[in-house]
């Protein structure tokens, strides 16, 4: 895989997941992203693609952005994630705070960024 592709999901994963949320609340997914990369040894497209680990991959009929103006905003946060310190303390997972998933518990939470809870 490509330095660009592995920018490209982690763009979109970025986007689908976070796009409405703050810039702080952008990268924190995109960490979380790279942290499982990191920790599995596998590709961002993979991790991305892993199935139902990012509600988007299997509830969106295409991977395609709406919004230019918002994926490029996705892709600077994408890019700031590759580029700073990971202040989610290694967090790999996340959810909206609005929700209550069953794995939770099984996690140790970290913090809130945005409207996510993160999780390792």
């Not at 995109?30 to 990012?54: D, S």
């Not at 395609?64 to 989610?88: N, Q, R, V």
């Amino acid at each position: 895989m490509t330095l660009l592709e592995g920018l490209l999901w982690l763009t979109l994963n970025v986007y689908h997941e976070a796009r409405s949320e703050p810039q702080v609340g952008q990268v924190a997914v995109a960490l979380v992203t790279l942290n499982r990369a990191n920790e599995q040894h596998l590709p961002i497209k993979t991790i991305v693609q892993e199935p139902h680990q990012f509600s988007w991959t299997f509830q969106k009929q295409s991977y395609l952005p709406d919004d230019p103006k918002a994926f490029l905003e996705c892709m600077k946060s994408a890019y700031i994630a590759l580029k700073t310190e990971d202040f989610t303390q290694g967090a790999t997972h996340y959810h909206l705070d609005s929700v209550d998933p069953y794995w939770s518990s099984e996690y140790t939470y970290l913090n809130q960024y945005g409207s996510h809870k993160f999780y390792k």
